[in-house]
T-cell receptor
Framework: IAGITQAPTSQILAAGRRMTLRCTQDMRHNAMYWYRQDLGLGLRLIHYSNTAGTTGKGEVPDGYSVSRANTDDFPLTLASAVPSQTSVYFC???????????FGPGTRLLVL | AQSVTQPDIHITVSEGASLELRCNYSYGATPYLFWYVQSPGQGLQLLLKYFSGDTLVQGIKGFEAEFKRSQSSFNLRKPSVHWSDAAEYFCAVAGPDGNKLVFGAGTILRVKS
């Protein structure tokens, strides 16, 4: 069982370009989450989804969008990347929204 | 709004010594509390969690944490640190809606031999 996979592992992106970070889980968890991790700030929630077909905004949603077409996949899209979006992005999932969250390995994104 | 404070950015302990990492939270009701560990270049791994019941919770790798409501604290402890414990540790709090998992800034643990 792979758990949560994220792709790509790392990416260098020109400012203004569109980018989609992929996240897939094989645990049939209902809830999924996207966080960004920045030095000295810990992890901050970008968007979440309690179940397929629903999404919600977290603490820092501006500049990001998500979709949840099925249970397994929860892609995060940067429509027009800016340097302040340079970060490490973690996807997580939990069986339901009030349960322990399990994290993927992360995507390192550098926007120049 | 929920918040988490980890007062220590870096901590260095000798191998075999005891460890306590501090975590203070702000939340109006009974929180759900977590400790995660992150090794360099890796994702986060759950060490332990507190939802209700016994205020002293045991986790993996010999870690434990104690929930103290009066002090709004959830400090992580280990009686004898191993070199492999060197990592970054994050405390997190969630409210009843479960979506707003708020993390502290993290504490980097260094273990010297």
């Amino acid at each position: 069982i792979a758990g949560i996979t994220q792709a790509p592992t790392s990416q260098i992106l020109a400012a203004g370009r569109r980018m989609t970070l992929r996240c897939t889980q094989d645990m049939r968890h209902n809830a999924m989450y996207w966080y960004r991790q920045d030095l000295g700030l810990g992890l901050r929630l970008i968007h979440y989804s309690n179940t397929a077909g629903t999404t919600g905004k977290g603490e820092v949603p501006d500049g990001y969008s998500v979709s949840r077409a099925n249970t397994d996949d929860f892609p995060l899209t940067l429509a027009s990347a800016v340097p302040s979006q340079t970060s490490v992005y973690f996807c997580a999932s939990s069986p339901n929204r009030q349960e322990t969250q399990y994290f993927g390995p992360g995507t390192r994104l550098l926007v120049l | 709004a929920q918040s988490v404070t980890q007062p220590d950015i870096h901590i260095t302990v000798s191998e075999g010594a005891s460890l306590e990492l501090r975590c203070n939270y702000s939340y109006g009701a009974t929180p759900y509390l977590f400790w995660y560990v992150q090794s360099p270049g890796q994702g986060l791994q759950l060490l332990l969690k507190y939802f209700s019941g016994d205020t002293l919770v045991q986790g993996i790798k010999g870690f434990e944490a104690e929930f103290k409501r009066s002090q709004s604290s959830f400090n992580l402890r280990k009686p004898s640190v191993h070199w492999s414990d060197a990592a970054e540790y994050f405390c997190a709090v969630a409210g009843p809606d479960g979506n707003k998992l708020v993390f502290g800034a993290g504490t980097i643990l260094r273990v010297k031999s």
